[in-house]
């Protein structure tokens, strides 16, 4: 309810203004006024004809002498807060009260430029909301008016906001359309172009070939342009390295290392605009990444060291960025790969720290699991003993995780390597438990990788199995590779047997009590690697000799 004073004061200039007068005083408990004969019509109009509520001068007139400017503000808060409650709550013709309301308001704004603003916030208000019907009726009002205004500065606010409008519904033509036309009524727009730049980004990675390249170098240009009209553009600036680095991608040599180079500098250009700007500091860090993988020796370690630390920045910034904490994690861990004992170790923890932190940002997310579950891997074959098979369990653990939630959202070809990891770090974790003499927990633990094997169709999953059937072949572990082999038969894994062959006959010759027979009845090929595999490692030795 609005305090008597103010009811007062606007009673008081509604009677200075004539639009309400004081009867005959009588006697009474409360006070009555007479509403004038336009105010009347004004009411009769609101009350029985919607279609008229938007040609209301006089309603117009009256608002604007309701409220003071603050008042103004304080309602057309209210007013979109009421809406945006409805309109999420998906109480759409409830919500659409408060636009009219909302339009009236905007009508009767104290100052043109702030009636403009309100306008413009309602019609973002209901794109944010998913009223889309209601933004496309408000802009095609708005369109029809303005072009017959001949008023080219709101003509072209309303063909930027016809476009976010298509943004929020994915019709990319639509967008890059729609900026055109907001550039065309304004050609010095530089929001336009630099969003102009970005929908271009976005549909040419959709495309391929020649169309995809011509995309991009459009999206260049039009983030130039924008640059040009405001060179402290920071999106703009942004949003140019993102189309060279997607362009980057598609290439290889020179043009590549040479259009990564230049997103870099965008990025640096963005963020001297904007210390601040998380998202061009951790674009800046993956791009160096990209060019520290082209690179060798120091420089490739002085390139991946720049992008932990932009990644860094970024995440200084906003904690919770989860795309700067995997790429943080990914620099790390190819700093990792360069290293050697403790400071391998020490890189790879901080690797899976940053791995773990992202996954708390976004739960469950299956290429997070995956690179903590290979970080752990990769520090669990530098470990031994009880250490070892600690980190090799919670790697298995992270990689089980990510191949199962992945199983609808992960393309199959990453579902694959996924496997194979997984088969990786089970068969070291098997080969640490046959050395260890637990035969039992050996077993559950092929069965596992068994289990990954037969749904993984890359090839690198087989020589997994393949390296370790080398080491774990010996006179001394017959038995338990003979169980092992047993298992696979079970599960009729016949191409994979085959490809184990030679392994599977050196365990029948021990068998057997090495037996002459199994070694007479095979070819000449055939015998010569089943014998070198009896023979061992001195054997391999005598050959290479």
Same mark, same amino acid.
């Given at each position: 309810?609005?305090?008597?004073?103010?009811i007062?004061?606007i009673?008081?200039r509604?009677?200075?203004?004539?639009?309400?007068?004081?009867?005959?005083q009588?006697?009474?408990?409360?006070?009555?006024?007479?509403?004038?004969?336009?105010?009347?019509?004004?009411?009769?109009?609101?009350r029985?004809?919607?279609?008229?509520?938007? =040609?209301l001068?006089?309603?117009?007139?009256?608002?604007?002498?309701?409220y003071?400017?603050?008042?103004?503000?304080?309602?057309?808060?209210?007013?979109?807060?009421?809406?945006?409650k409805?309109?999420?709550?998906?109480?759409f013709?409830?919500a659409?009260?408060?636009?009219?309301?909302?339009?009236?308001l905007?009508?009767?704004?104290?100052?043109?430029?702030?009636?403009?603003?309100?306008?413009?916030?309602?019609?973002?208000?209901c794109?944010?909301?998913?009223?889309?019907?209601r933004a496309?009726?408000?802009l095609?009002?708005r369109l029809?008016?303005h072009?017959a205004?001949?008023?080219n500065?709101?003509?072209?606010?309303?063909?930027?906001l016809? @476009?976010?409008?298509?943004?929020?519904q994915?019709?990319?033509?639509?967008?890059?359309?729609?900026?055109?036309?907001?550039?065309?009524?304004?050609?010095t727009?530089?929001?336009? #172009?630099?969003?102009?730049?970005?929908a #271009?980004?976005?549909?040419?990675?959709?495309?391929?070939?020649?169309?995809?390249?011509r995309?991009?170098?459009q999206?260049?240009e039009?983030?130039?342009?924008a640059?040009?009209? =405001?060179p402290?553009?920071?999106?703009?600036? &942004?949003?140019?390295?993102v189309?060279? @680095?997607?362009l980057?991608v598609?290439?290889?040599?020179?043009?590549?290392?040479?259009?990564?180079r230049?997103?870099?500098?965008?990025?640096?250009?963005?963020?001297?605009?904007?210390?601040d700007?998380?998202?061009?500091?951790n &674009?800046?860090?993956?791009?160096l990444?990209?060019?520290?993988?082209?690179?060798?020796?120091?420089?490739?370690?002085?390139?991946?060291?720049?992008?932990?630390e932009?990644?860094?920045?970024?995440?200084?910034?906003?904690?919770?960025m989860?795309?700067?904490?995997a790429?943080?994690?990914g620099?790390?861990?190819?700093m990792?790969?360069?290293k050697?004992?403790?400071?391998?170790?020490?890189?790879?923890?901080?690797?899976?720290?940053?791995?773990?932190?992202?996954?708390?940002?976004?739960?469950?997310?299956?290429?997070?699991?995956?690179?903590?579950?290979?970080a752990?891997?990769d520090?669990g074959?530098?470990?031994t003993?009880?250490?070892?098979e600690r980190?090799?369990?919670?790697?298995?653990?992270?990689?089980?995780?990510?191949?199962?939630?992945?199983?609808?959202?992960?393309?199959?070809?990453s579902?694959?390597?996924?496997?194979?990891q997984?088969?990786?770090?089970a068969?070291?974790?098997?080969?640490?438990?046959?050395?260890?003499?637990?035969?039992?927990?050996a077993r559950?633990?092929?069965?596992?990788?068994?289990?990954?094997?037969?749904?993984?169709?890359?090839a690198?999953?087989?020589?997994?199995?393949?390296?370790?059937?080398?080491?774990?072949?010996?006179?001394?572990?017959?038995?338990?590779c003979?169980e092992?082999?047993?298992?696979?038969?079970?599960?009729?894994?016949?191409?994979?047997?085959?490809?184990?062959?030679?392994?599977?006959?050196?365990?029948?010759?021990?068998? =057997?009590g090495k037996?002459?027979?199994? #070694?007479d009845?095979?070819?000449?090929?055939?015998r010569?690697?089943?014998?070198?595999i009896?023979?061992?490692?001195?054997?391999?030795?005598?050959?290479s000799?």
């Open positions: 309810r609005l305090p008597v004073n103010q007062n004061s009673l008081k509604l009677r200075e203004l004539g639009f309400v007068a004081l009867p005959p009588q006697r009474r408990k409360a006070t009555y006024y007479i509403v004038s004969e336009r105010v009347f019509r004004i009411w009769h109009q609101m029985f004809s919607a279609a008229s509520r938007r =040609k001068e006089f309603l117009i007139e009256f608002v604007r002498i309701w003071t400017a603050q008042e103004w503000s304080s309602e057309a808060d209210r007013l979109m807060q009421e809406y945006l409805a309109a999420t709550g998906r109480r013709e409830e659409g009260r408060f636009v009219e309301h909302l339009a009236y905007a009508e009767a704004a104290p100052e043109p430029q702030k009636g403009h603003e309100l306008a413009d916030r309602t019609v973002r208000a794109i944010e909301s998913g009223d889309f019907p496309e009726r408000l095609e009002e029809a008016s072009s205004q001949g008023d500065a709101r003509l072209a606010e309303d063909w930027f016809k @476009a976010y409008l298509s943004y929020a994915g019709r990319w033509d639509d967008v890059i359309a729609e900026l055109g036309q907001a550039v065309h009524f304004k050609p727009f530089h929001d336009a #172009l630099g969003n102009w730049g970005a #271009l980004t976005g549909l040419a990675v959709t495309k391929t070939g020649e169309e995809r390249d995309l991009f170098r999206a260049f039009k983030c130039e342009a640059v040009k009209v =405001k402290d553009m920071h999106e703009a600036l &942004n949003n140019w390295g189309a060279l @680095a997607g980057a598609t290439k290889t040599g020179e043009e590549r290392e040479r259009l990564f230049q997103a870099a500098e965008k990025y640096e250009a963005a963020v001297k605009v904007k210390p700007m998380h998202e061009a500091l &674009n800046w860090g993956i791009a990444t990209n060019l520290a993988a082209t690179k060798t020796g120091g420089e490739r370690e002085r390139l991946f060291q720049q992008a932990a932009k990644c860094e920045a970024a995440v200084k910034v906003k904690t919770d989860h795309d700067a904490l790429n943080w994690g620099a790390l861990m190819e990792a790969s360069s050697t004992g403790p400071e391998q170790q020490r890189l790879l923890q901080q690797a899976a720290d940053r791995f773990e932190a992202a996954l708390k940002v976004k739960p469950n997310d299956p290429d997070m699991l995956y690179q903590w579950g290979v752990l891997a520090m074959l530098g470990e003993g009880r250490q070892q980190l090799l369990a919670a790697a298995s653990d992270k990689l089980d995780q990510a191949i199962n939630i992945s199983a609808q959202a992960v393309p199959s070809q579902r694959d390597l996924w496997a194979v997984f088969v990786q770090v068969l070291a974790r098997c080969a640490h438990a046959l050395d260890a003499n637990n035969v039992g927990h559950s633990l092929f069965i596992a990788a068994l289990d990954r094997l037969s749904g993984a169709e890359h690198s999953a087989k020589n997994e199995m393949l390296f370790f059937f080398r080491w774990a072949t010996h006179e001394t572990r017959a038995d338990s003979a092992l082999f047993s298992l696979m038969r079970e599960r009729k894994m016949e191409r994979e047997l085959a490809l184990l062959e030679p392994f599977v006959l050196a365990v029948e010759y021990w068998q =057997k037996d002459a027979q199994v #070694l009845r095979l070819n000449p090929e055939l010569q690697l089943v014998e070198a009896i023979k061992g490692p001195a054997a391999k030795k005598e050959d000799r």
